[in-house]
């Protein structure tokens, strides 16, 4: 069985950072590109980030460029997404999604898998 786990979300002032991780199992990692997801308040589900199956060309949403950076640690099964400057906008459940390809892709409807999400409160 595959499963995403996420964690690492919270409460934040805004201006704080975060780091969250996503731990895959049931699956050949390093076959599947990664991407970060986030759904706020009476909010669509949003593109934030994500990276090719060998852990490097990253794509950003034009949101969090400069202010997030995503990560993918094949060896530790392990995909993280590290947050700074964060802002109230950013409140939103946050969500790993696995795809097998190659390519780093933005669309979430040709992801595989997905995670249960971390929750992240950003005070203002």
């Known amino acids: 069985q595959v499963q995403l786990v996420e964690s690492g979300g919270g409460l934040v002032q805004a201006g704080g950072s975060l780091r969250l991780s996503c731990v895959a199992s049931?699956?050949?990692?390093?076959?599947?590109?990664m991407g970060w997801f986030r759904q706020g308040p009476a909010k669509e589900r949003e593109f934030v980030a994500a990276?090719?199956?060998?852990?490097?060309?990253?794509l950003y949403a034009d949101v969090v460029q400069g202010r997030f950076s995503i990560s993918k640690d094949n060896a530790k099964n392990t995909v993280y997404l590290e947050m700074h400057s964060l802002k109230s906008q950013d409140t939103a459940v946050y969500y790993c999604?696995?795809?097998?390809?190659?390519?780093?892709?933005?669309?979430?409807?040709?992801?595989?898998?997905w995670g249960q999400g971390t929750q992240v409160t950003v005070s203002s």
């Open positions: 990276i090719n199956r060998g852990g490097r060309s990253p």
């Open positions: 049931g699956l050949t990692f390093r076959d599947y590109s």
């Open positions: 999604a696995a795809r097998e390809g190659l390519v780093a892709i933005e669309h979430a409807d040709r992801y595989d898998y």
